[in-house]
C-alpha cells in the first residue's frame, strides 16, 4: 500500500494540466471582476450604439432631390 502511494505522490503527470487550469480560472474571476465594475460603462455604451442603429436612415443611398 506505501509503494502505491508513493508512486501516486511523486507521478506530475498532471501538473501542467492542473497549472493551466488555475491559470484559466484566475483570468475568468479577474473578467467577471472587471465586468462587474464596469457594467453601468458597458450598458451604456451597447444602449448608444442602439439608439444610433434605431436613427440611422432606412436605406443606404437616400434619393437625391434635384
Known amino acids: 500500500m506505501t509503494a502505491l502511494w508513493n508512486r501516486f505522490w511523486k507521478d506530475e ?3 501542467g494540466l492542473t497549472e493551466y487550469v488555475l491559470i484559466i480560472a484566475l483570468v475568468a474571476v479577474a473578467l467577471i471582476a472587471c465586468l462587474i465594475v464596469f457594467r453601468n460603462q458597458i450598458g451604456g455604451a451597447f444602449n448608444r450604439a442602439s439608439k444610433a442603429l434605431n436613427n440611422a436612415p432606412g436605406s443606404a443611398f437616400p434619393a437625391l432631390s434635384l
Request: net charge neutral; aromatic share 0%; charged share 0%.
Open 13 to 15: 503527470s498532471g501538473q
